[in-house]
């Protein structure tokens, strides 16, 4: 699938010297927004499909990992905006503070951080320089332009290229979060132990179907495709709740889809919930 290389981000400026912090830019131009003509379980808040002109961005390849999201609390602690960035007494968050050092639970540095808030996710994307992604940024990124997929690799339902409910890949019979290493079905089978499809986006990003919800920047509206801007549309300017993309390990193959929209209050912080962020081109 296309990739521009040009674009990869790299490293960012914050200490953490993983491999899961790449960016890819997404370039001007137009897409359609909303359910497929093709999709037969739409939801009527993702309707009307409508043209979106989007200004060029950079998006994470993966969703940001436990590993990093620990730099950042050591960084900054676990206060964002007034709120908990992360729910550290969770019983299902792996990330863990010790002698005032938090550090990813073994075995799970490269699983999707979760449990974590929307200013938690806002607080650490703005850290490393950027911002979360608009929800139409995330769904272009999902689905691309000219290809407007149901699902980020196609319009046809793959079983062992996302991580959903009942997925049968390794980490499904553990304890919750089930999530699996972010960019684990990339079409490899792993040394034998599972064999995966490729279940990249158009624009190489890894996991927009399935292994966490992803928070986008967007305030939640039923109706805002009614009227929503036709270019870079960021959402109503009020609400009570924040825009959530993707579908996540908890869900079944419909709540995967590119164009499904969900929501939660922005101090919500659940098990298969995380993010990934985006950047400005200046």
Wanted: net charge negative.
């Amino acid at each position: 699938m296309p990739v521009d290389d040009s674009a990869n981000m790299g490293d960012d400026d914050t200490g953490d010297d993983d491999d899961y912090n790449d960016q890819v830019l997404i370039p001007a131009g137009n897409f359609w927004m909303g359910c497929e003509p093709e999709d037969d379980e739409c939801d009527s808040n993702e309707s009307p499909r409508h043209e979106v002109y989007l200004s060029a961005y950079y998006i994470d390849v993966y969703e940001v990992t436990n590993e990093r999201y620990a730099a950042f609390l050591n960084a900054n602690g676990n206060e964002c905006d007034g709120y908990e960035c992360a729910d550290e007494d969770s019983l299902y968050i792996r990330v863990h503070e010790s002698g005032g050092v938090w550090s990813a639970d073994t075995g799970y540095e490269d699983h999707p951080m979760v449990d974590v808030s929307w200013y938690g996710a806002r607080s650490f994307c703005e850290w490393t320089g950027g911002r979360l992604p608009t929800e139409a940024e995330w769904e272009k990124a999902a689905k691309g332009a000219g290809e407007h997929y149901i699902y980020p690799w196609g319009d046809t339902w793959i079983a062992n290229a996302a991580n959903y409910s009942y997925s049968g890949d390794p980490w499904d019979d553990e304890v919750w979060p089930k999530t699996t290493p972010v960019g684990y079905f990339d079409g490899s089978d792993h040394g034998g132990t599972y064999q995966t499809a490729d279940g990249r986006s158009p624009y190489g990003l890894h996991d927009m179907a399935g292994n966490v919800w992803e928070w986008v920047n967007d305030w939640y509206d039923y109706d805002y495709y009614d009227d929503s801007p036709s270019v870079d549309p960021t959402g109503p300017a009020t609400g009570s709740s924040r825009v959530l993309r993707g579908g996540s390990w908890d869900d079944d193959p419909g709540d995967v889809r590119a164009s499904l929209r969900s929501r939660l209050s922005p101090t919500n912080r659940r098990s298969n919930l995380g993010f990934r962020c985006s950047r400005d081109l200046n």
